[in-house]
């Protein structure tokens, strides 16, 4: 599978996990694919035109434009969105954390239909 982080997330997160489930798997940052500044609705077309990818933001936002909902549901990929709070820790920390709750991600991820999402709380609880 390949997971795709948003900008919410930190480019040093995503290549860290990548280094961690290749060959397995993939982890790629938003910016190892478009300019930072790409709006979500594009990035989020642009890989609808591809497959397996799973999803993994911290902009709890996208839920509530509707231009980005009709995006996102379209593309059909499986997301997760990580709640409140995530983006608000320290890096170290963060990265601790995914660490710890990556396995349980990939796992889910591998038995989710297209276009479930889910959320992430920073205990890790995946719902």
Do not use: Y
Request: charged share 25%; net charge positive.
């Amino acid at each position: 599978m390949r997971f795709f982080f948003d900008n919410n997330l930190a480019p040093k997160l995503a290549k860290s996990l990548h280094v961690l489930v290749e060959p397995d798997h993939q982890v790629v940052h938003l910016k190892d694919r478009f300019a930072a500044n790409t709006p979500d609705e594009t990035w989020m077309s642009a890989l609808s035109r591809e497959s397996n990818w799973v999803i993994i933001s911290g902009d709890l936002q996208i839920r509530r434009n509707p231009l980005e909902v009709r995006v996102w549901k379209a593309a059909g990929h499986t997301t997760f969105f990580l709640k409140d709070r995530w983006i608000e820790l320290p890096f170290w920390v963060q990265a601790w954390k995914f660490v710890k709750c990556f396995p349980q991600i990939i796992d889910i991820a591998r038995t989710a239909k297209s276009g479930d999402s889910f959320f992430v709380t920073v205990n890790g609880k995946i719902s």
